[in-house]
């Protein structure tokens, strides 16, 4: 017999990084009954993730600081992070769940019996031997939720779960939580920016504000018609922002591009893999015009990251061609101060592309001071002064914040090519915003666009041409 | 006013205790280190049979490989730091079948006992640059002397001196110094926060 | 770009692949450290065949990967064997038997010797870690370590979460250095790129670190899923590796 769900009530919470100069969020009071679900919303820097991982325990614990107010948690928490590749700690699909079940000393029979079990319920079957890194991102996080759901704990935390997931891995990460809270078989506590799919399975909404306050707490009816403005003003998505995908703009790459006398980009019978005999791409080919913005769509895996690097010379074809710019150029075998001129590449994770110890630095690698001239002004326009934060490491940005360096040093060259991975990802609507009015300005500008994105929302408000790419090839629409 | 007794008493020891995040993060740095050997291996195996006529250039950069032994425990500052990390490095070469095979683990586990010796030997309270310098060239030492037994016995001894003067120089560079310049950067990026300083 | 290596089940089913890996490790490190007390030739290359023999038929390694584990030895077993006979002790003794006059070098026969027997040996230890790799388990290692060489779970198994990330590391490792070229910079190697990885493999270790303590890792004693017990295939295979050590010995 599984445990019932746990209650929570929680008062006057608040926590304080450690040598941090406010608290990440404080004065938070609700109480959640047994088997509801509270989504918890905010903008970026609005301590929703500290606030989930104070729920769970965490805190004070891995996480140094000081945490204020009352906590009363009815029963033991699982809980699932955002990074599917993070939480996942062995090697294979069964161990994986086995590994929580032996940290809480169950016994071998027991485990035996529940791990096909949980595995069925994540519709995982017959997966058991598989190594966890072969999985797709949906597939991950369902075995990161099954988890933390193998010891049956009464209450379960998920920090952004689905951010990093396809719409098709989100979606059925969603249907699985409707289903855990149809069979009340737990309380849920979710961190979200997916509204859409989110907000209908809440029955309590916390609102985060961008200071760490609590904009409002209640029923999410209630929450939306009492603070919707105020929530849209701090930069939080609503419900109503949603897109309908079938609106996409879907031409057919077929279609010749706008000025047809000059593509920037053209792709020819490319082939390629990271690891022998494993194409990624299968003989693609794509021509893209000079000031075009065109969006690479597709499921995770498919190769749209992979093209968006093989257009700018990160990557060498195997087989075909790549041209870049009027003269042809093949970007691959460009040197790197030729190619940094003519193509810009935005990292997925701004993190992964940083290379200095400073914010100035950062942003002035490699420049010439012809170039380097832009510079401040071009901080500015980003919002992030150089006076402010030039002397900062780039690892201490928020995430926000980090994203816009990570456009700064692609930009500052003025490249006529800018490829962007997933800029929205993890994205509150003032960080979007920004981002959309940065790259219809650039395009305005005469830059080329090429965006690999699965933010249909993104897509039409660039209004930009769509390649779907599926298995390594365009799917033509 | 009067110094309260807690002032006069010896400092407590070190919480010798590893958390998750410490056992994490030190064989997260030695799987780190081998990721970069194993690349830098890569590209630069066909230098071997040239660098076979003046090993002592090779031995110059050898400082890289006792890296390891001397970072973690500047960072993570329990015991057993020096030997877990450089345990997972070589394991990891191990497990990708690098040409040294086996080896590695000896020579890894040598090299990490021997600076572990010298941070225990300070009760694992400095981690200041003299101890770091010792540490690494303690790990020098244990390097020179594997590889004399299992790869250079026959070798002629003015050949052997060089080496291990090169080995001691590299060490005391690039091993203590370099770790001292990769925690101060590290340290900068917030990423060391809740680490003993 | 280092990708997680799949030990296909033919490998881990084999009789290699079921022995103890605990086992394995101890026998590499005997033969190594028996290896070491000659430089004749024989013994090294008895051990290197016996172990390429073994690890294509009862390790089932398909003779394909088999030799593309070991090719980069020939470099360094060459290198090494070349080096020594190049800079041996008896080229300096006068009294030692000259076998050829390379320019500057002496080369004698004593050093030669020592040279081919030592670049033999470097092939017979690199054998040996090829046919370990290609048939061992990292998850079974842990679970030796932990059952059978009583390791500390804890750093056991954070060990081979920190394996996992090896992919992830080596992709970072590939996206620094395409940022580095697509930022102008020339060159894709800069000592500088072992602080952005090292930032980067501590951030996810942190969050591996949290993850595994949200499941209770370390808050109590720990069961055990998988479990691997000393056996017959065992003995065999340690009674087979002292024999192969003791005959190789003998023909020096």
């Known amino acids: 017999m599984a445990p019932p769900p746990g209650r929570i009530r929680v008062d006057g919470l608040g926590f304080t990084y450690r040598g941090g100069t406010r608290p990440a969020f404080h004065d938070v009071s609700l109480e959640l009954a047994a088997g509801a679900c509270l989504l918890v919303v905010g903008p970026s820097g609005s301590g929703k993730s500290t606030f989930a991982l104070a729920i769970a325990g965490l805190v004070a614990r891995d996480i140094p600081g000081e945490l204020t107010g009352s906590l009363v948690v009815d029963g033991p928490v699982g809980v699932v992070f955002q990074d599917p590749a993070s939480q996942l700690v062995m090697e294979r699909v069964e161990d994986e769940i086995a590994f929580g079940l032996e940290s809480l000393g169950w016994p071998r029979d027991a485990m035996r019996e529940r791990i096909p079990q949980v595995l069925a319920d994540a519709g995982l079957e017959g997966l058991e031997r598989r190594r966890s890194q072969r999985l797709s991102g949906g597939q991950q996080q369902r075995l990161a939720l099954a988890g933390a759901l193998a010891p049956q704990p009464g209450i379960l935390v998920l920090d952004e779960p689905t951010a990093n997931l396809d719409p098709d891995g989100a979606a059925a990460f969603f249907a699985r939580l409707r289903s855990l809270l149809s069979e009340r078989r737990a309380t849920i506590i979710l961190v979200e920016h997916r509204v859409e799919e989110a907000w209908p399975l809440a029955n309590l909404v916390l609102a985060l504000g961008r200071d760490g306050a609590p904009i409002d707490v209640g029923p999410p009816d209630d929450v939306l018609a009492r603070s919707g403005e105020r929530m849209a003003a701090e930069g939080i998505w609503l419900p109503k922002d949603r897109v309908v995908p079938a609106q996409a703009n879907a031409s057919p790459i077929a279609a010749p591009p706008p000025d047809p006398g000059s593509p920037i980009v053209t792709v020819n019978g490319v082939s390629f893999g990271y690891e022998r005999d494993v194409p990624v791409i299968h003989d693609l080919s794509l021509s893209i015009g000079r000031a075009e913005r065109v969006a690479l769509v597709g499921p995770n895996g498919g190769g749209k990251s992979t093209l968006g690097r093989l257009l700018v010379g990160l990557l060498r074809p195997d087989h075909g061609t790549v041209a870049l710019d009027l003269a042809g150029h093949d970007p691959s075998r460009l040197k790197p101060a030729e190619l940094a001129r003519l193509g810009g590449y935005v990292f997925q994770d701004p993190e992964s592309g940083f290379l200095a110890n400073t914010v100035a630095e950062e942003v002035g690698l490699g420049l010439t001071p012809a170039e380097a001239v832009r510079v401040p002004g071009l901080m500015d326009r980003l919002g992030l002064p150089l006076d402010e934060f030039g002397s900062r490491s780039p690892y201490r940005l928020s995430g926000g914040e980090a994203r816009r360096l990570s456009l700064a040093v692609a930009l500052v060259r003025d490249p006529a090519v800018l490829v962007l991975d997933e800029p929205t990802f993890g994205q509150d609507r003032l960080g979007y915003d920004g981002l959309r009015q940065i790259l219809r300005d650039r395009s305005d500008a005469g830059t080329t666009l090429v965006v690999a994105t699965h933010d249909l929302r993104l897509v039409r408000d660039l209004d930009a041409r769509v390649a779907e790419i599926r298995d390594g090839r365009v799917v033509h629409g | 006013m009067a110094s309260t007794i807690d002032e006069r008493a010896p400092k407590s020891l070190p919480d010798t205790r590893w958390r998750t995040r410490d056992i994490v993060v030190a064989a997260v740095i030695g799987v780190a280190f081998g990721v970069v050997f194993w690349a830098w291996n890569l590209a630069y195996a066909a230098a071997d049979p040239i660098v076979a006529f003046a090993p002592w250039l090779k031995d110059l950069t050898y400082g890289v490989w006792l890296m390891p032994a001397v970072l973690a425990p500047l960072i993570i500052r329990k015991p057993g730091a020096a030997i877990f990390t450089e345990m997972v490095a070589a394991g990891l070469s191990a497990l990708l079948g690098s040409v040294w095979g086996p080896d590695v683990l000896l020579s890894g586990f040598m090299q990490g006992a021997a600076a572990e010796l010298v941070f225990a030997f300070t009760l694992y309270r400095s981690y200041g640059a003299i101890t770091l310098v010792l540490a690494a060239v303690a790990s020098a030492i244990a390097a020179f002397v594997h590889d004399w037994v299992v790869y250079y016995p026959t070798t002629d001894q003015t050949i052997q001196i060089l080496r291990a003067v090169a080995m001691v120089i590299s060490a005391s560079l690039i091993a203590a110094g370099g770790s001292i310049l990769l925690e101060r950067s590290l340290r900068r990026t917030g990423v060391l926060d809740g680490f003993p300083d | ?252």
């Open chain 3, 1 to 252: 770009m280092i990708v997680a290596r799949d030990l296909a089940p033919a490998q881990l089913d084999s009789l290699l692949g079921r022995t103890s890996p605990v086992l394995k490790l101890v026998i590499s490190i005997a033969w190594l450290l028996g290896l070491a007390t000659t430089v004749s030739a024989g013994p090294p290359l008895i051990v290197a065949l016996v172990v390429i023999a073994a690890g294509l038929t009862l390790g089932r390694i398909p003779g394909r990967d088999l030799a593309r584990a070991l090719a980069p030895l020939w470099l360094a077993a060459v290198g090494l064997a070349t080096f020594n006979t190049l800079f041996g002790a008896a080229n300096g003794d006068p009294g030692a038997m000259t076998f050829a006059q390379l320019g500057p070098f002496r080369v004698t026969q004593a050093a030669l010797a020592a040279g081919i027997g030592l670049g033999l040996r470097v092939a017979a230890i690199g054998a040996v870690g090829a046919v370990f790799a290609l048939t061992t388990d990292s998850t079974r290692l842990a679970d030796s370590l932990v059952q059978q060489a009583h390791v500390p779970e804890r750093f056991a198994f954070g060990a081979l979460a920190a394996y996992g990330a090896v992919p992830r590391f080596s992709e970072d490792l590939a996206t620094l250095r395409q940022a580095r070229r697509i930022r102008g910079l020339r060159g894709d190697w800069h000592p500088r790129l072992l602080v952005s990885l090292l930032v980067l493999a501590i951030r996810h270790g942190d969050r591996m670190a949290i993850a595994m303590d949200a499941r209770g890792f370390g808050s109590g004693p720990r069961t055990l899923y998988r479990q691997i017990r000393w056996g017959w295939l065992d003995l065999a295979v340690a009674v087979g590796a002292v024999v192969t050590l003791v005959l190789s010995l003998a023909t020096r």
